[in-house]
């Protein structure tokens, strides 16, 4: 079989809501999944997976990835969790699309808590240099 440009799987809103629920029937999450956290949900994944006037927001998979992680991050759309559903989702997402991130002197609780604390107002900006972070040339593009 010929290798071929593969389609990036993105997650749903509903799927993102699913790694919420389970977290929390688990009792790593300590609130139940609310409404306004469903509708922020909603955004977020369409703000991700988007397009402005036909062009892409994010152009490769790897920026998707990371956008999905950022945004769950620092938009805080849960009561509890976001980081922790921000990491499972991410795992899960990359693991979808056959990309490998890596994790050179740093773990993946460590990264959210720095994504956390960025105060830079580029979001953009910022999530092409976690791109650059933590995948080097994996699919140079091929998932988009």
């Given amino acids: 079989m010929t290798k071929g440009k593969k389609t990036f799987q993105p997650l749903t809103s509903s799927d993102i809501c699913r790694i919420y629920e389970f977290l929390h029937r688990e009792g790593i999450v300590s609130f139940p999944l ?7 949900i909603d955004a977020l994944v369409a703000n991700v997976t988007g397009s402005n006037f036909g062009e892409a927001r994010y152009a490769t998979a790897e920026e998707k990835v990371v956008a999905y992680l950022f945004f769950l991050i620092k938009d805080h759309p849960f009561t509890d969790g976001n980081k922790r559903t921000a990491v499972l989702t991410f ?21 959210a808590v720095f994504i956390e604390r960025i105060q830079e107002q580029d979001h953009q900006q910022v999530i092409k240099m976690l ?14």
């Fill in 34 to 40: 609310t409404l306004d956290a469903e509708r922020k």
């Fill in 131 to 144: 791109r650059a972070l933590l995948f080097t040339d994996t699919h140079n593009g091929v998932l988009d």
């Fill in 91 to 111: 795992e899960i997402i990359c693991d979808m699309n056959d990309l490998e991130p890596r994790y050179a002197d740093f773990g993946l609780d460590e990264l």
